[in-house]
């Protein structure tokens, strides 16, 4: 198991942010804290960038994103070579993200879900494992 991850957000983000970085780091995560860093107000281009770009170098293999909607957050993410974002709200998205789109970035909507499912969809998305197969060829056809 890969045990280091990125985790970033905006400030409709922040607070799930901060449950999700104490409930990872209890589960035995080095989690690196890209911002923001409290609820003033800022652009989640900036922080999706921080993330994304953490990720298509190679240097985190997984990540999570945050904003409000988590759309801008997915559309800043996936403009980045090599990621795969996947804005998920519901366990059948998260868990497929995986076994066949192989996502190494999880975005979530700080306004839609609440703690409990950010925390089943962040355990989903670590855990489940990518088929390969197939879906390798496809995935490898996005770029
Ligand atoms: C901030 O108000 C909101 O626009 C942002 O968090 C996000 O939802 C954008 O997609």
Redo the contacts with the bound molecule.
């Keep these: 198991m890969d045990t280091a991850i990125i985790i970033g957000s905006?400030?409709?983000?922040f607070e799930l942010k901060e449950k999700l970085r104490t409930y990872l780091s209890s589960k035995g995560y080095a989690v690196e804290d890209a911002g923001t860093f409290s609820e003033a107000s800022v652009n989640?281009v900036e922080y999706g960038k921080k993330v994304a770009a953490a990720v298509s170098a190679g240097r985190f293999a997984k990540g999570i994103l945050l904003?409000?909607?988590?759309?801008?957050?997915s559309m800043v993410a996936n403009r980045y070579a090599g990621v795969r974002a996947a804005l998920c709200s519901d366990l059948f998205s998260a868990t497929m993200s995986r076994r066949h789109n192989d996502a190494n970035i999880l975005v979530l909507?700080?306004?839609i879900i609440g703690e409990v499912l950010a925390f089943a969809l962040v355990d989903t998305f670590l855990e489940t494992q990518f088929e390969g197969g197939r879906h390798l060829d496809r995935i490898r056809s996005m770029d």
């Design positions: 905006d400030h409709a983000g989640y904003c409000g909607s988590g759309l801008g957050m909507g700080g306004r």
